[in-house]
């Protein structure tokens, strides 16, 4: 097609993108007599023509390893083989010593800050920008979360502010590998290795992405993962906790199994003062064996259509893709994240450009809110055991630490994102992104009017 946008095209003439918009006239491509395309939202035609990968995939591979569970009358982890071979097989993919598969990212996260027997008194660091599950593993055993701001650039903690959060109370550092993206592992080593704190990754979100070399969740005492449905290895819900320290996985076993060390229910009651059941069953591991054939192939494919799709983006004024740390080797790219600078776009709000996105057939999400605003947090404050245990003076400072304005203009103004299942197109899907990007930018004077 004479009129297709390749790469090569669009970088040779985005450049004038700016100028269009600086005199308010729709964008005309260098070298040709076309005008851009109208935007879709004005009446244009969708910049999207083809279908989104469906997501999670599904094939007979999933069918024949249920029905061998199902068959087998074997659907309990306990003296069974599916469990075990699935965390042999995520072991080998991840480079950790050990793997344990629970029944949920969640769980995972629960699992070691049990082993580690957190509880009340003590403090976790974690950043704003997370699921809620990274908040509400601490507040489930009586710890105080503390707070430490994002780097805006990448949408992950802060590493430079991690020391001037911790106090004589401060048990661990957990930071997320944040929309599948390592966080800065060097910088948030350094810290942990001066003030003797153990790193707990939250790489719920980061399958197979990597930090010089070596998967994610290698690094710190532990990390987890997720295999909710929207995750990019799924069993609807499961979860795996991976570590190279022989004790620590002995003890989130123990943890995750009603204090038990041995594979097999018990009446006697097992090792530690406290334990739980959030064991995986046999039937989400037989559909993550069947899931994990594809994973190689489709982190891949994320990866390099996520670097395609930033090549042509960072053209465009007005869009800033999440930067990656130089100690990124790769991205499981969980989320494709990107900041939004109305500014650009004639001061189109957000939310006006998002339904500008979605007129082209390109879904959009703005992502989190700002949790340390949220009343489910704040609350937290008057809740009569914190206050019990922390004393008026501590939560008092816990509230005044609360602020977090770069994660705020993250949440209120400039982040987005598109779904991982996004990624498994085809470059011609990325290059279309970024047409509909383009068409936005060109025509983003008439779009802000409406």
Not at 401 to 427: H, I, V, Y
Request: charge should be neutral; proline fraction near 4%; hydrophobic fraction near 35%.
């Amino acid at each position: 097609m004479k009129n297709k946008l390749t790469r090569r095209n669009f970088i040779r003439t985005s450049s004038m993108v700016g100028v269009g918009m600086a005199i308010g006239l729709p964008y005309i491509a260098c070298g040709t007599n076309l005008q851009t395309k109208k935007a879709a939202i004005l009446g244009g035609p969708k910049a999207f023509t083809g279908d989104w990968s469906k997501w999670p995939l599904i094939g007979q591979i999933e069918q024949d390893e249920l029905l061998t569970v199902l068959n087998s009358g074997g659907w309990c982890r306990l003296g069974n083989k599916t469990a075990p071979k699935f965390e042999n097989e995520f072991q080998k993919y991840t480079g950790a010593k050990k793997a344990l598969a629970v029944s949920s990212g969640t769980s995972a996260l629960y699992t070691m800050l049990g082993a580690l027997c957190i509880g009340p008194g003590d403090e976790v660091i974690i950043p704003p920008y997370t699921f809620i599950a990274t908040y509400n593993v601490i507040v489930l055993n009586y710890a105080l979360p503390v707070f430490v701001d994002v780097d805006i650039e990448s949408f992950q903690i802060d590493a430079d502010e991690i020391e001037s959060a911790i106090s004589n109370n401060t048990k661990v550092i957990m930071p997320v590998h944040i929309g599948g993206s390592p966080f800065d592992v060097d910088r948030v080593l350094k810290v942990s290795e001066k003030h003797n704190i153990p790193v707990i990754e939250d790489a719920c979100q980061a399958h197979m992405a990597e930090w010089k070399g070596k998967c994610v969740g290698n690094w710190g005492l532990g990390g987890a993962f997720s295999f909710q449905e929207s995750k990019n290895l799924s069993s609807g819900e499961g979860g795996a906790v991976i570590t190279n320290d022989d004790t620590f996985y002995q003890n989130c076993y123990g943890f995750h199994h009603q204090g038990q060390g041995a594979d097999v229910a018990s009446l006697v009651p097992g090792s530690g003062i406290r334990g739980s059941n959030l064991r995986i069953t046999e039937f989400q591991a037989a559909i993550l064996l069947a899931q994990m054939t594809r994973l190689t192939e489709q982190v891949k494919r994320r990866w390099e259509n996520a670097q395609y799709l930033t090549e042509m983006l960072i053209q465009i004024p007005g869009i800033k893709p999440a930067k990656l740390y130089d100690g990124v080797t790769k991205s499981a790219y969980h989320l494709y994240m990107f900041r939004y600078d109305k500014r650009m776009f004639s001061e189109m709000s957000r939310s006006q450009f998002m339904n500008a996105l979605d007129a082209e057939g390109i879904p959009c999400s703005s992502g989190y809110t700002s949790m340390t605003r949220e009343k489910y947090i704040t609350d937290l404050a008057q809740n009569k055991y914190y206050l019990n245990i922390y004393g008026e003076k501590r939560i008092k400072e816990w509230v005044e630490s609360l602020s977090c304005p770069q994660n705020d203009r993250l949440c209120d103004e400039e982040a987005l994102w598109f779904s991982q299942n996004m990624l498994l197109g085809t470059k011609t899907d990325m290059e279309q992104i970024a047409e509909a990007i383009k068409k936005i930018a060109t025509y983003s004077s008439e779009i802000s009017r409406i």
